[in-house]
């Protein structure tokens, strides 16, 4: 049996009574249909990491630099596995290797989380690590991979026992779940929110609540501060109705905040950025005014202007899930079954990134079948660690449940412009057709794609013709701007119009074209947008 499920199960969460598993959560994908726009900010690059046949890949967690990943596995990823027991692993992308953390017998370590340095990781496990665990219990571990030693952070007895610890930037305070009474607090056994303190060995009761309901640690701010936190307990007296909302915890003045106030409808997995301010999370209230069918959304809540954020809009239920937010907080990662880029019309599970600044989406996969989940974000958000069993780099053709990371810059594509024209000196009252050329120097497909041609006072419009896209221009026989909508543009592309006036001046003079050339994707260099064109006029009038 897998100690961690590979996909939790979110709606109405609540710990399984059976030992060995650990805290579930429902899981809702509906049919539905939400595209939201075309353009994508980055451009991802996938590298599939583990190569293996039958098993399960657990969900994985991203160093800051996005260099390492530790995550669970069954397999024997590095010849010391062979009885295939659930362990964790820890890869480095420096060195394109993979060390096998831990080295146990029945049962199993999971639901890592690894500290922003990459050099320490929190854990569960039932296995008796240092020796202080002979009775099997679920506990909290933290794993030094400096020293490569173990040290174990609960020492319980119990059912359901210690679950979903998370680290912070240094792995110096753990925040988990408990039903265990570790500070004298917690008599009646009720899961509760702990923080550990590695440097004094000492812990902190976050919660106090009664009965068994959904109460999850989601993460934790980079200084171990602040705490997302996924409940449907009154924890501070605005949630009589106990319905599952995302609460912020900070330690500097114990005080617990309601992010979310709502009825009927559930929020889940708040996930919190670095500095604490940021919390993404998906939800199937109206927060914002923005989400009237009450589908299931993605937002993030800004604690400096307490204001919500609806990041998707779509319809027909769910289908939004795994929320991973970068620590900058500029980037939110997740996993979808809508199409909110336009390429994903068979609306397959995939991994999309949206970009706070822009707010564009980007889709990460792009599969048919199968699943791709459990994104995690490094802390820019360049980084995208997460489990698939597509196919994505063409060593995956069993469908296997695999890791992958993949690696995203800012899709950029140089655009150029230039200009010719079909006589070079011209008299009043001859035709002057200018030809415009766009090309797209890459390296990726350009998006919004538009040419303002400028004409000079000295002429009138007669007409503009191309091959691909609509004009906008003024009436013949007037001056002003002729706008070429031409869309998006792939890498290699190049396109030519054809803008016909009239001269109106008379000689001893000179008009001058001007066009330049823009896009909603950033261009790595501005020299070449823009291009001017003189032709002499010259005296006399044509007869």
Request: negative net charge; hydrophobic residues 35%; charged residues 15%.
């Amino acid at each position: 049996m897998k100690l961690i499920s590979n996909r939790y199960l979110r709606h109405r969460a609540s710990m399984l009574t059976l030992a060995g598993v650990l805290a579930l959560s429902v899981v809702f994908a509906l049919d539905w249909d939400g595209r939201q726009g075309s353009a994508q900010s980055l451009s991802c690059g996938i590298t599939e990491v583990t190569f293996t046949s039958g098993g399960f890949i657990g969900k994985p967690s991203i160093s800051a630099d996005g260099t390492r990943i530790v995550f669970s596995s069954d397999r024997d990823l590095t010849g010391g596995n062979p009885d295939f027991n659930q362990e964790l692993f820890l890869y480095n992308s420096l060195t394109n290797s993979v060390t096998q953390v831990t080295n146990t017998t029945g049962g199993g370590s999971g639901e890592p989380s690894l500290s922003a340095d990459g050099a320490r990781i929190a854990f569960v496990s039932d296995r008796d690590l240092i020796g202080g665990n002979a009775d099997a219990n679920f506990e909290v571990f933290i794993y030094d991979a400096n020293t490569n030693t173990f040290a174990q952070v609960t020492n319980t007895m119990g059912l359901f026992g210690n679950s979903t610890p998370w680290t912070n930037v240094d792995g110096t305070r753990i925040a988990f779940e408990s039903d265990r009474n570790l500070t004298g607090g917690n008599a009646d056994a009720n899961v509760e929110v702990f923080i550990y303190h590695v440097n004094t060995n000492t812990f902190t009761q976050v919660t106090n609540t009664t009965a068994h309901e959904n109460l999850r640690v989601y993460s934790i701010s980079a200084n171990g501060t602040r705490i997302a936190i996924e409940s449907q307990r009154n924890l501070t007296g605005g949630n009589a109705d106990l319905n599952n909302e995302i609460f912020l915890y900070d330690a500097t003045t114990n005080i617990i905040t309601q992010v979310t106030n709502t009825s009927l409808r559930d929020s889940y997995e708040p996930k919190i950025n670095a500095d604490g301010t940021r919390i993404a999370f998906d939800s199937y209230n109206d927060l914002t005014g923005g989400n009237a069918d009450l589908n299931g959304e993605v937002f993030f809540y800004d604690s400096l202007a307490n204001s919500f954020t609806q990041v998707t809009n779509t319809t027909f239920g769910g289908g939004l899930e795994d929320m991973s937010i970068s620590g900058d907080g500029t980037h939110i990662a997740f996993e979808a079954e809508r199409d909110l880029t336009g390429g994903n019309a068979d609306l397959n599970s995939e991994i999309f990134v949206f970009d706070t600044t822009t707010n564009i989406f980007t889709q990460v996969t792009d599969t048919t079948g199968g699943d791709s989940n459990h994104p995690s974000l490094n802390a820019d958000g360049t980084r995208v660690a997460f489990e698939s069993d597509r196919d994505l780099t063409g060593g995956n053709a069993d469908g296997n449940e695999e890791l992958f990371l993949a690696t995203c810059v800012p899709v950029s594509a140089d655009l150029f412009i230039g200009q010719s024209a079909d006589q070079t000196k011209v008299k009043q009252g001859e035709m002057l057709t200018y030809t415009v050329t766009v090309g797209n120097l890459g390296p990726d497909g350009a998006a919004g794609v538009e040419v303002f041609d400028e004409l000079s006072s000295g002429v009138a419009f007669v007409s503009a013709q191309a091959n691909k896209g609509s004009f906008t221009a003024p009436p013949v026989g007037q001056t002003g701007i002729v706008t070429w909508n031409l869309g998006s543009m792939g890498s290699g592309d190049q396109e030519t119009s054809q803008i016909q006036v009239t001269v109106t001046i008379r000689g001893r003079d000179t008009i001058t074209n001007n066009a330049r050339v823009i896009s909603s994707i950033a261009d790595p260099d501005g020299t070449n947008n823009s291009s001017s064109l003189t032709t002499t006029v010259q005296p006399g009038k044509k007869k």
